[in-house]
């Protein structure tokens, strides 16, 4: 595939004697918003945490803009904007001095660091806060600062785990549109979502992982095509490809008899 | 709902507090995270998994000692000293208070900036209930650690009088010391989070900060010279307590808390004296006062979970510029901020002055300064200036999850801690130079100590942070041996430059060229280390 930005092959991950991770294969070119969609524990951020170079894999390789994540961790993370699940930030710093701290630890050039903080901070409303401390912010602008630290540096990687959870309906499609201008600059975007109608509404290709791997990936069509559904919401198609649609089945109706027993009685 | 209901279920909130406290406040735990906040699972359980457990035994093991050392001043009496308790009191009341002040100055902290437990109020339970709960939590901060040192003093006190209403008069005088600990301890996180997170920017905020910090360096430095010399001061005490018609008899028998330890030491004769009548009239105005302490701290606590602590008013912020440093600068100041939002941690911003302290009341007697001086007083300072990098370390926190993900190498941030650690030091010096108007070196090559100590201290600060940063931690006892080894290594470090000049000089009485050696040594020894964290 031309262009490659992010590759992984054969990445296991394991924790004791849990595999979190189970020979992940993906790569997402130039130009591509990948979604990784899958149910807890499936190994979503595990994938970007060790793309993001927060942890080694057990075994295998992920390399971002041909840099090896684990070999050559300084230039693959020099390439990377990374916003994690829950803010990882410091807490005690403002958003001022965890920017300045960024910017200075990145090397960045000052006028254009400025420039692009203010159109972020203002784009994400986040200038009356700026020299509040973090930890008295809400999670919602939290999660904006975070993004702003993710993208002041202009990085062609996207890492995103769940990025639109916290956020406001307007920072919600701010969100979404510098996503859209970023691919169309050639950058690219990983990021994870359970939420169907993100990564069908956002994504040029979905990569649906569970026990560790990638099960299935492509886009909707090529999605439907593969649980052999015709017309069906991304939601049935994982549910058919995750073969979680009869334990749901199973659930639900033994809860409606549970709910109408207590009704009852 | 019942009180034994409420205590029952205070305990939630309360290892709630407990557990966050221990998390946020890991540097000054014997166990300590080290800054590892780490993004590796297996490595975070084991962290969350030690919070708990210490937050569990923490508590009972700050509670013994903290009986121990409320026992510890009435020895003498029980081993046959034959002066009353007024002394033995006092000096139980002052140890039991500084220290349960140092502990709820750790545990507070959560409970001052987030609440007990915001879960409760989303339950069905009425308001004076969750309020009813959110109290109990907090009384369980030190429950352990009153009734302990409270039932020690007042057991010794009952025993070494043989007064039953001295003992009652030690139980108020336990209580009252007690309420007021946590009084305080309550108010100097709320005030300090306060300054922090109010006006971060105000300079009347900075200034109120370090005074809290010179305060709660006071306390801790207080605590050591009391178990120092305490076997100095007790008599010293009783030797004023016992001649009660002086000026200073009389004045002390107003100050806390030594009116309650006269008020005791006066009841099991009467109050023969007019120092004891007024020593009793004093304790119950600090009884009072414990009273309004102790219903401030409810109506705070009661504050705190309805949420009544919060940020700051968001403001309008126009100019978003960020000023650039280099990397390691850049580094450098993140800690310095980070740390001097936690008060445990940010007591580091006070040390320069407590070492220059230290230093100065060594050299205070002496006519000149002498190599043998210098040295000794050099190392020492330096070697205080190593609790600093382990400071530096543990409050990474998790936010070193943020750093990681940046293009940075372990060097940078090594040299960066190592930076303000030597930084930290130079006072102690500059005050060592300047000294020398005064008081001449024995030596002019003497400034060569000086030299070595700065390349000692430079090196000793990057080794440790290197050491700290770069292991993995396996097992409890594993883990403690491995933490104790890197301080060794650090001190190890400091000691050897110091070492060298004086197995120099013994056999050559050659001063200029010991001290050379000793610089000879320090640089060598920070040429391997920047070396070593260069290859990192």
Same mark, same amino acid.
Do not use: M, Q, R
């Given at each position: 595939m031309a262009g490659v930005l992010i590759e992984a092959a054969g990445l296991t991950k394991r924790y004791g004697s849990f595999d979190a991770l189970n020979g992940l294969d993906l790569s997402v070119a130039s130009g591509e918003i990948y979604g990784l969609l899958g149910p807890n524990g499936a190994g979503k951020t595990t994938t970007l945490k060790i793309t993001a170079g927060l942890i080694e894999p057990s075994s295998g390789s992920v390399t971002v803009s041909g840099f090896d994540a684990t070999k050559d961790p300084i230039h693959a993370k020099a390439q990377i904007g990374y916003v994690a699940e829950t803010p990882i930030l410091y807490? @005690? %710093?403002t958003p001022r001095e965890l920017l300045e701290f960024e910017a200075s630890v990145r090397g960045l050039v000052k006028d254009s660091v400025n420039r692009r903080v203010r159109q972020l901070a203002e784009a994400f409303e986040v200038e009356s806060v700026? !020299? @509040?401390?973090?930890?008295? %912010? @809400?999670m919602g602008t939290k999660q904006k600062v975070a993004i702003i630290a993710a993208l002041i540096h202009q990085p062609p990687v996207l890492l995103l785990d769940e990025? %639109?959870? @916290? %956020? !406001?309906a307007k920072s919600n499609r701010i969100l979404k549109e510098l996503l859209s201008l970023h691919v169309q600059r050639g950058g690219a975007v990983l990021f994870s979502t359970h939420i169907m109608e993100i990564a069908q509404r956002l994504c040029s290709r979905i990569g649906i992982i569970f026990g560790g791997r990638i099960v299935a990936e492509g886009d909707l069509d090529q999605l439907r095509a593969r649980a052999g559904e015709k017309g069906a919401t991304l939601e049935e198609v994982f549910m058919k490809l995750t073969n979680e649609a009869s334990e749901v089945e199973n659930t639900v109706r033994t809860l409606r008899e549970s709910f109408f027993d207590d009704e009852g009685r | 709902m019942k009180a034994a209901d409420a205590w029952r279920l205070s305990a939630v909130p309360y290892s709630e507090m407990a557990f966050r406290s221990i998390l946020q406040n890991s540097s000054n735990m014997w166990w300590g995270s080290f800054g590892r906040g780490s993004s590796d699972a297996s490595e975070r359980q084991d962290l969350v998994t030690r919070a708990l457990r210490i937050a569990r035994f923490d508590k009972l093991v700050v509670a013994a000692f903290v009986t121990v050392a409320a026992g510890a001043p009435f020895l003498p009496q029980i081993l046959?000293?034959?002066?009353?308790v007024s002394a033995s009191v006092t000096l139980s009341l002052a140890a039991s208070f500084a220290l349960i002040l140092l502990y709820g100055v750790q545990t507070l902290s959560s409970f001052v900036t987030s609440g007990p437990s915001p879960v409760l109020s989303t339950l069905p339970l009425l308001r004076n209930d969750v309020s009813l709960v959110n109290l109990l939590s907090f009384a369980r901060t030190s429950d352990y650690l009153v009734a302990g040192s409270v039932a020690c003093q007042v057991i010794f006190v009952s025993y070494l009088t043989g007064s039953a209403l001295a003992g009652v008069l030690m139980l108020v005088a336990g209580v009252v010391n007690s309420a007021l600990a946590v009084g305080v301890s309550l108010w100097l996180s709320n005030v300090f989070y306060r300054s922090i997170l109010g006006s971060k920017k105000g300079k009347r905020g900075g200034a109120l900060r370090f005074v809290l910090l010179l305060a709660w360096g006071v306390v801790v430095i207080g605590i050591g010279v009391l178990f120092a010399a305490a076997g100095d001061l007790i008599p010293l005490v009783q030797g004023v307590l016992a001649s009660p018609n002086t000026l200073t008899g009389s004045i002390l028998s107003l100050v806390y808390p030594f009116s309650l330890g006269i008020s005791v030491g006066s009841i099991a004769n009467g109050f023969p004296s007019l120092v004891g009548k007024v020593a009793l009239v004093a304790t119950i105005c600090y009884l009072l006062v414990a009273f309004a302490v102790s219903r401030w701290s409810m109506n705070s606590v009661a504050s705190f979970s309805e949420g009544a602590f919060s940020g700051p008013g968001a403001g309008r912020v126009r100019d978003t510029s960020v000023s650039l440093r280099s990397p390691v600068a850049a580094y450098a100041m993140k800690d310095l901020r980070a740390s001097s939002a936690n008060l445990p941690s940010a007591f580091l911003f006070a040390l320069p002055t407590f070492e220059t302290f230290i230093i100065l009341l060594i050299r205070a007697y002496l006519p000149t300064l002498g190599a043998s001086t210098l040295l000794v007083a050099m190392t020492l300072g330096g070697m205080v200036s190593l609790i600093l990098p382990l400071v530096l370390v543990s409050s990474?926190?998790?936010?070193f999850d943020f750093a990681k993900t940046m293009p940075m190498r372990m060097g940078t941030v090594v040299f960066s801690k190592a930076l303000i650690a030597t930084a930290v030091f130079l006072p102690a010096v500059a005050v060592a130079l300047l000294e020398s108007l005064l008081k001449p070196f024995g030596s002019p090559f003497s400034v060569l100590i000086l030299a070595a100590s700065v390349l000692a201290v430079a090196a000793a600060s990057l080794l440790e942070v290197r050491l700290f940063l770069g292991f993995a931690p396996s097992g409890r006892a594993t883990f403690a041996l491995q933490e104790f080894a890197r301080m060794a290594a650090g001190a190890g470090v400091v000691l050897l430059p110091a070492l060298v000049y004086v197995a120099a000089y013994i056999?050559?009485?050659?001063h200029p060229l010991a001290a050379g050696a000793m610089v000879g040594v320090a640089l060598v020894e920070l040429i391997g280390v920047v070396g070593l964290v260069r290859r990192s």
């Open positions: 807490e @005690s %710093l700026f !020299d @509040s401390p973090i930890a008295t %912010l @809400s990025p %639109l959870n @916290s %956020l !406001d | 046959g000293a034959s002066y009353g990474e926190g998790n936010g056999p050559t009485v050659n």
